[in-house]
């Protein structure tokens, strides 16, 4: 059982609250009875809530995962699949390359196959998890990743609110979108914690204690002069032994991750303050503008003055 007043939890609370979830391709599947879709495989995990009726997800030759209301599944990258309707007789499918269906600006698409009665109704994307210019945190996912929620504590109201998005939208769509899928991100993988199940090495990273110590370090004090041996210290183990753990857990080298959220915490204060360039890459742990401006460019594919400019709205 997931301790919630542990240093593991504080940790992936941390974690959780910096990470980036990138969208691609969100869409709205309506697979009509007797049909079905096939999709190729993609490079980052898809996402599946079936949000009304019955079916299945099959991938390659695999058991079928059942899909009924409430059901929460992230796939694997690399993975070619299917979502077919729950219907009796032999199902027609359809192939489709991508997640993808028509769309106007800023809408979530939607995708029909086949026609007659409805099937099955669920909400996809393509998606990635984790810090601008680091690791995709779910390419380490070996497995379907299911989540099954009873109707009382399912995600329906945040799918619900997605697919009002892609029906209306308006003036931040995208970002509301991307707000709510990381909300249910958070949910599903709290439920999986409170099984005790851990599919992805980063979570099983976060339970370490020992991790966990170092990890809320960085992320809560992300300019202090970290080593890898001072972290090692921090968490109570021998350098090579925690540098090894550490980057099968998260993927990135301490360090990787330090400079990482140093960037981050920059990208905040570029946008939230009007502190100069100069001090932003002080109070971020940098021991020069020129560093921090060239570790910035590299990671944002701007300078942090460029960053500044197109992410700050000018006074009317």
């Not at 110590?213 to 080593?227: D, F, G, K, S």
Request: hydrophobic content about 40%.
């Amino acid at each position: 059982m997931f301790n919630y007043t542990s240093p593991s939890h504080m940790a992936m609370d941390r974690l959780l609250s910096v990470l980036d979830v990138g969208v691609v391709h969100f869409t709205i599947c309506d697979i009509r009875d007797g049909w079905g879709a096939r999709f190729d495989a993609c490079k980052t995990a898809t996402l599946h809530y079936c949000v009304d009726g019955m079916g299945s997800l099959i991938v390659h030759n695999a058991l079928p995962i059942p899909l009924d209301r409430n059901t929460f599944v992230l796939l694997p990258p690399d993975l070619p699949y299917r979502i077919e309707s729950g219907a009796q007789k032999q199902v027609r499918i359809e192939h489709r390359a991508r997640i993808c269906g028509s769309a106007t600006n800023e809408s979530v698409p939607m995708l029909t196959v086949g026609d007659g009665q409805q099937g099955i109704i669920t909400s996809c994307g393509e998606i990635r998890v984790g810090l601008t210019g680091g690791p995709d945190l779910f390419t380490s996912l070996g497995e379907p990743f299911v989540v099954r929620f009873d109707t009382k504590n399912g995600l329906h109201d945040q799918f619900v609110m997605l697919m009002a998005e892609s029906a209306r939208p308006s003036m931040g769509s995208r970002v509301l979108t991307e707000a709510l899928l990381k909300q249910c991100l958070v949910l599903s993988l709290r439920r999986r914690m409170e099984d005790g199940a851990s599919p992805l090495p980063w979570l099983t990273g976060v339970t370490d204690p020992r991790l966990s110590r170092a990890l809320h370090a960085i992320i809560e004090q992300p300019a202090v002069e970290y080593t890898v041996d001072n972290l090692a210290r921090i968490a109570g183990m021998s350098r090579s032994a925690f540098a090894a753990a550490f980057r099968r857990a998260f993927g990135q080298s301490p360090m990787n991750l330090v400079k990482l959220l140093r960037l981050r915490r920059a990208s905040d204060l570029l946008v939230t303050t009007s502190l100069p360039v100069t001090e932003v890459a002080k109070r971020v742990g940098f021991s020069s503008r020129s560093n921090f401006s060239l570790s910035f460019s590299e990671v944002y594919g701007v300078d942090p003055s460029g960053f500044r400019r197109k992410h700050t709205v000018a006074p009317t």
